[in-house]
């Protein structure tokens, strides 16, 4: 019980912390929302097209825009403040108090994991209420869609962290990252017009847009699509666990 309540008592202050950053918190909660409304204000986007199988712009790319959410937080916000606490000594000094310094990693975990439901929920409700997007007709394979490639995207930006001493350093490590994700996710160019190759590794490629697709408006996510995801975030996560440092 003392466990759980320091780990309750330390995630309640990373959220104010969090919280505190009124900047990172509008940019990670809002912003995806934000571009959707700049977005749906263009007519032309909100009529049917048959390139999209008779849907508009602003459905198809939904998914990329949670994509956007994923990413902003796994593999940018979170090590950032990682290497941070390291930096600053903080992971240090925790060793010495009774709470264990890993506590603080899984309630940066718990902070983000809440913060992206919480993007991703104002997301789909503003699309719903403001452009008649539809909610996905896959609940419970969005749902799994969402935790596999959250996970793997977490996974990732834990290992980025590992050993990065500061913040500039985790920055060349996670960035790249960062940027090959949105990619692959279809939110610098839509999906449609990158080439195949590009849009078959996005298929399998966390955070997997291609199963929050499937999920959205087809038939579901593939098995396979999550396993893939789900491996990659289980090598990422023991390779982070084995490497990580706290000073």
């Known amino acids: ?19 505190r950053e009124t900047g990172m918190a509008v940019l990670t909660i809002a912003f995806p929302t934000l571009l959707l409304v700049v977005l749906g ?16 712009f602003v459905d198809v790319f939904m998914p990329s825009l949670v994509v956007l959410v994923l990413a902003l937080l796994g593999v940018n916000t979170m090590p950032s403040r990682l290497a941070g606490y390291r930096e600053k000594g903080i992971l240090r000094r925790l060793s010495t108090t009774p709470v264990h310094p890993r506590n603080l990693l899984a309630a940066q ?15 789909m409700l503003v699309g719903y209420l ?17 935790l596999v490639g959250g996970g793997s995207m977490f996974a990732l ?15 060349a490590i996670a960035m790249p990252i960062y940027f090959v994700c949105m990619f692959l996710g279809g939110v610098f160019l839509p999906r449609y017009l990158l080439p195949d190759l590009v849009v078959t590794l996005g298929r399998y490629a966390p955070p997997g847009v291609q199963a929050l697709q499937d999920a959205w408006t087809g038939g579901g996510p593939q098995v396979l699509q999550l396993a893939i995801m789900a491996a990659i975030a289980a090598v990422a996560a023991a390779v982070a666990a084995r490497l990580f440092r706290w000073e």
């Open 130 to 146: 403001a452009f008649d997007v539809p909610m996905p007709r896959h609940p419970l394979g969005f749902a799994a869609a969402l």
């Open 41 to 56: 204000l263009i007519p032309a986007l909100r009529r049917p097209d048959e390139l999209f199988g008779g849907m508009r």
């Open 1 to 19: 019980m003392s466990v759980l309540s320091g780990l309750a008592r330390l995630t309640a202050v990373e959220a104010k912390l969090f919280l």
């Open 109 to 123: 975990l718990v902070v983000n994991a809440v913060v992206a439901l919480v993007a991703v929920g104002l997301l």
């Open 157 to 171: 930006g834990t290992l980025a962290a590992a050993t990065a001493p500061t913040t500039r350093a985790v920055a």
